[in-house]
């Protein structure tokens, strides 16, 4: 199917989109005295704080999209698709491995995280991202990476580094082999800033209301994140400045500022999912529990986060942690993460270290002795779970 019958096909939807979602226009909407307050939902969902400059301008990924990446090949790196903004039936009616329909979903706002401009003869002018690319999913209600949005949840199937390094831009080997080395549901936040290759898993954006540190590091609140990555990784137009880690930012307007507390205000509304029914044994849980607590672990999971990130941050020694991420921090220190749907995000430790709870009991049974029975490890496992 060549772009015009995609366009044709997908018609009617364009109809309704373009009175439910803003193109990606960067005149803001206004009442006749004054702006209106922005969405938190769609600040989340769909701002891109101007960082088409970088996407398009210097990147040339909107060129990239359009001459290769159909929807077999975008699913394939991980990019989502919201099913609930198409029509019934339209994905048996689309050739799904042609690029023509990739712009046609991203022109119609479906693509999660990926804003976009199509001009008439369906050529991708212009193309950002947002929040959602990374820290949004979706319930596979109709296939694999297509279905209703579950906004907060780690994107564990994206490959960042993969989709840039199909950028121009990044034609050297050396800096494509660090791009595709980090692999799907990992991404480096400090690549950019002082060039080592150490990537994280990326982390849930719910269950933080009440959260003191959002980072792994404990560098600041869930706001000086969201600043940090609006400014220095989705490449928005921001201020940004962290003498610790000797990043400055400045842009003429800033366009991330303002929003910020709107993005946060969504972000603390995105409660953690409780884990599915029958996934884990509730009396094991229970007893589980009282090991917890008596092992010691209730020591830095402690009160009803779970963590005592809001006193206190740990060396990486104190609990056998990889240093590097620490070092390029501005603490140097690790924070103890909150546990919550611990049952939804594996891989677990800030570097994915431990692909199951399992072998998160058993590094904390290496590295601080708890002194369990086989029996309590598996009554400790089942309470994770039930987290």
Known sequence: MNGPMVRRAFAALALVAAGGLAACDDTPTRGEDREPPPDPREVFRFETFGNETWWTDTLGMNQVIQAAVDPVTALGVGLKVDADVLPEGILETVDLTDPATTVELIRLGAVLGVRGEVDDEGNLTRMGVTCALCHSTV???????????????????????????????????????????????????????????????????????????????????????????????????????????????????????????????????????????????????????GVFETAGCADCHSGPLLTDAAQRLHPPAETCMDPVLAQRAATGLYRTTPLRALWQHAPYFHDGSAETLAQVVDHYESCLGLGITPEQRLDLIEYLKSL
């Open 139 to 289: 319930d596979d209600a109709v296939m694999p990476g297509i279905g209703s949005r579950l906004d907060g949840w780690p994107n564990l199937d994206l490959n960042p580094g993969l989709i840039v390094s199909l950028s121009p831009f990044f034609q050297d080997p050396a800096a494509q082999a660090v791009l595709t080395s980090w692999g799907p549901g990992m991404f480096d936040p400090r690549f950019n800033i002082d060039g080592i290759s150490d990537p994280v898993v990326i982390p849930p954006a719910y269950g933080l209301d009440g959260v003191a540190l959002e980072t792994f590091t404990g560098d600041g609140p869930v706001s000086y994140w969201n600043a940090y990555v609006a400014i220095t990784q989705m490449h928005g137009h921001g201020d940004f400045e962290d003498p610790r880690i000797g990043v400055s930012v400045d842009w003429s307007e800033d366009r991330v500022t303002p929003l910020l507390a709107p993005l946060l205000e969504y972000q603390l509304s995105l409660a953690a999912p409780r884990p599915p029914a029958g996934s884990f044994d509730p009396s094991a849980a229970t007893r589980g529990r």
